[in-house]
């Protein structure tokens, strides 16, 4: 399967936990389903209706932190406004604090068996275009992005060996049958979410716990699952 690779950045960027509401806290890593909105975004999809074009086998996705993860807190003052002139002139005021992903950067590989939208999706990351404009979760945390390159996915034969897995790595894979070297390496685990369900309903499918090195080092790892894009050792979300 071809996987076409590339980077996005920004200078702020929120994923919202959910359970964070008046004072909204980021995750760590982009989610699963940002992505997929921020690809969208790229192609012009519309965002009422583009899960349809991404249910559960149509496409495989897999996210590397490629910067240290910086969090940074910012005071807002959020306005009542009930018509056009309380922008200026507003009856009541509210200050709250949103956290930030300060200076992420991030790797994204991704398949597509959507042959039309995947070239593309690969055109427009080509000549760096897209059809909407690209954020890193909340609209005005605008971002950049570089092609990479597509590559096609080589099978990999782990033998019991350590290998550098440079995406984020599902925690249900340890568990089960896998081990990890912790030496000099700041791990964290996310709980996200992964997809929504094809229906646009925006009802969230899958939540799932990954691990990810807090300064954007690869992960020494032993593991079954491991593919290799263009150089990178990785597993799909």
Do not use: C
């Not at 940002?34 to 496409?59: C, Q, R």
């Not at 954007?216 to 150089?231: D, E, F, Q, S, T």
């Amino acid at each position: 399967m071809k996987f076409v690779v590339f980077d996005i950045w920004a200078d702020y960027a929120q994923f919202k936990k959910p359970f964070t509401t008046m004072s909204p806290q980021t995750f760590s890593m982009p989610t699963g389903t940002a992505i997929i909105g921020l690809i969208s975004a790229i192609v012009g999809l519309d965002k009422n209706e583009y899960w349809e074009k991404f249910t559960k086998e149509s496409y495989r996705l897999a996210i590397g932190i490629s910067e240290t993860i910086k969090k940074v807190v910012i005071p807002f003052n959020t306005l009542k406004t009930t018509s056009f002139k309380h922008f200026y002139r507003f009856e009541a005021h509210k200050q709250t604090t949103m956290e930030f992903i300060k200076d992420g950067k991030f790797r994204i590989w991704f398949a597509w068996n959507d042959d039309g939208n995947f070239r593309k999706l690969v055109n427009n990351l080509e000549n760096h275009e897209s059809y909407y404009t690209v954020s890193l979760g909340l609209a005005w945390n605008i971002a950049d992005f570089k092609f990479a390159g597509v590559f096609e996915e080589e099978s990999v034969d782990s033998n019991n060996e350590f290998y550098n897995i440079n995406s984020v790595i599902p925690k249900n894979l340890i568990v089960e049958n896998g081990e990890i070297d912790f030496e000099n390496r700041k791990i964290f685990v996310n709980n996200i979410p992964v997809r929504m369900q094809s229906d646009n309903s925006r009802i969230v499918e899958q939540y799932a716990e990954y691990l990810f090195d807090s300064d954007g080092k690869p992960i020494r790892a032993i593991l079954n699952n491991i593919i290799k894009v263009g150089g990178d050792y990785i597993i799909p979300l």
